[in-house]
């Protein structure tokens, strides 16, 4: 529920919900689960602005994904991953300004299994998204990597995936003139299309 609040942008909700969630795993809960609620919590403390919970929370899930192990887990809880950590941190980071430092998450997050095409998929869209928002921003880069994103999200039927194309040819749009840019949103518009036709 707390996600779903990130998502629809209501960021004293999704706080309050996360919250709950870690207070009631808390001292329960195996490793992985508690790993994703910290997760929760930083992402809704990124969109609430607020930089030192964020990190707290950041903290404490790093610390949760330390100590997982493959007994320590149930079953849905088990594709939860430094990888997935490591894509947590470049959003929040990024939702914070903080561009330079959610770059330096890169390969972290992009270490996945070959099968792991949705999370790349998604990863590969975040991290073009980071480039739209530097300082310098990179547009020409972040094409290259919606590029990317795009044939993989050929190969997944996933609506966060699509959203999350979505999301990078609205950061994208700023730039519109360059070739590049133009190119991409040109492709991502049909990738759009498509899904929604599907």
């Known amino acids: 529920m707390s996600t779903q609040a990130v998502y629809l942008q209501r960021p004293g909700e999704a706080v309050r919900l996360a919250r709950a969630a870690v207070n009631g795993g808390r001292g329960r809960a195996h490793n992985a689960v508690m790993a ?6 930083a992402c809704a403390h990124a969109i609430a602005g607020d930089a030192r919970n964020c990190t707290a929370a950041l903290k404490l899930a790093d610390d949760a994904t330390t100590r ?11 594709y939860f991953t430094p990888a997935h950590l490591a ?10 300004g903080r561009t330079t430092e959610a770059l330096r998450y890169t390969e972290q997050a992009l270490d996945l ?13 975040l ?5 739209t928002a530097g300082s310098p921003a990179e547009p020409e880069h972040a094409s290259q990597l919606g590029h990317d994103a795009l044939q993989l999200a050929e190969r997944v039927h996933s609506r ?3 959203d999350r194309i979505i999301d990078l040819a609205q950061r994208l749009s700023t730039y519109r003139g360059n070739p590049a840019v133009d190119e991409f949103l ?5 990738c759009v299309s498509s899904a929604s036709r599907g």
């Open 68 to 78: 997982i192990n493959g007994s320590d887990q149930p079953a849905w809880a088990g």
């Open 127 to 131: 991290i073009a998204s980071v480039h």
């Open 186 to 190: 040109h492709l991502a518009r049909n």
């Open 36 to 41: 994703r609620l910290h997760t929760a919590e």
């Open 87 to 96: 894509g947590t941190t470049i959003r929040c980071l990024r939702d914070l």
């Open 113 to 125: 299994p070959e099968g792991s095409v949705r999370t790349r998929a998604l990863h590969t869209a």
């Open 160 to 162: 966060r995936v699509t």
